[in-house]
């Protein structure tokens, strides 16, 4: 009469890479950031201290939130905590607000420019976008570049 259900055993799959459909836009944003060079970040941290999480998983997120129109770092934490396609992205690591915003405004403020033009390429090169009428519009060259990518 009615299809199984029960919240009290677990349930598998458990591998939220078979809820991402294979041409959605958050696969975009990870291929285009998992090919940015790791020493891009370097500088950015000293060392010392206790463990950072991933620059490149924080990027991936912050890029994804502002490609949704999510740009509140209280927003963006709680897609991470409670979004699919963000737990995946995050590798299900629930970075809270105040350090979205700190890699933000801290340590990516030297080399914004630099992430976001290797992604700009990265979308020009697997032929998302075409850089031939392009104009730049400040803070939303990315969500404009984005999407077009998904259009």
């Known amino acids: 009469m009615y299809i199984q259900y029960t919240m009290d055993q677990l349930c598998l799959p458990m591998d ?3 809820d991402i459909p294979e041409h959605h836009l958050v696969r975009v ?3 285009a950031v998992n090919r940015l060079d790791d020493a891009i970040f370097d500088a950015a941290y000293p060392g010392g201290g206790r463990d950072s999480y991933h620059p490149k998983m924080l990027t991936k997120v912050i890029i994804y939130a502002y490609a ?3 740009y509140s770092f209280r927003q963006i934490a709680k897609a991470v905590r409670e979004n699919i396609p963000f737990m995946w992205l995050a590798g299900r690591q629930r970075p809270d607000f105040r350090t979205l ?7 990516m403020k030297n080399v914004l420019e630099k992430v976001f033009t290797a992604v700009l390429q990265f979308l020009a090169d697997e032929k998302y ?3 031939e009428h392009y104009f730049v519009d400040g803070t939303f060259v990315i969500y404009q570049t984005i999407m077009l990518a998904t259009a």
Do not use: P, T, Y
């Open 16 to 18: 939220l890479e078979e």
């Open 29 to 31: 944003v990870n291929a």
């Open 68 to 70: 949704q129109r999510i």
């Open 101 to 107: 915003n700190r890699f933000r405004s801290q340590r």
């Open 129 to 131: 976008v075409s850089l």
